[in-house]
């Protein structure tokens, strides 16, 4: 059981940066994949970013690749979304969610349907 808590949304300028942090629960953390995905109103929830429990291999959506970064500290059971040079297309409902691993790639976990638990969502809204 995994409890999933966003935080650091907000309202920012194109071309600039905000860090989301999404807080666990639970002792086992690291067995889990966890990833980000966001939903604009009206639209299909997609994947951002996911990373394995070890951290040592991520995937990300071609939209936000070479400016989003996710990471994770196991020891404080804890990921990161670092996102630079903000889009006004990026403005949205950003999910934390976590997926218990298997041994498929982490290419799998591209999907919604893939993940068992879910936070409640923080706001990122870009101006242009």
């Known amino acids: 059981q995994v409890q999933l808590v966003e935080s650091g949304g907000g309202l920012v300028q194109a071309g600039g940066s905000l860090r989301l942090t999404c807080a666990a629960s639970?002792?086992?953390?690291?067995?889990?994949?966890m990833a980000w995905f966001r939903q604009a109103p009206g639209k299909e929830r997609d994947i951002v970013a996911a990373?394995?429990?070890?951290?040592?291999?991520?995937t990300y959506a071609d939209s936000v690749k070479g400016r989003f970064t996710i990471s994770r500290d196991n020891a404080k059971n804890t990921v990161y979304l670092q996102m630079n040079s903000l889009k006004p297309e990026d403005t949205a409902a950003y999910y934390c969610a976590a997926a218990r691993t298997d041994y498929s790639s982490i290419a799998y976990y591209t999907e919604a349907r893939r993940y068992n638990y879910w936070g409640q969502g923080t706001q990122v809204t870009v101006s242009s």
């Open positions: 990373i394995s429990g070890s951290g040592g291999r991520t």
């Open positions: 639970g002792r086992t953390f690291s067995s889990y994949v």
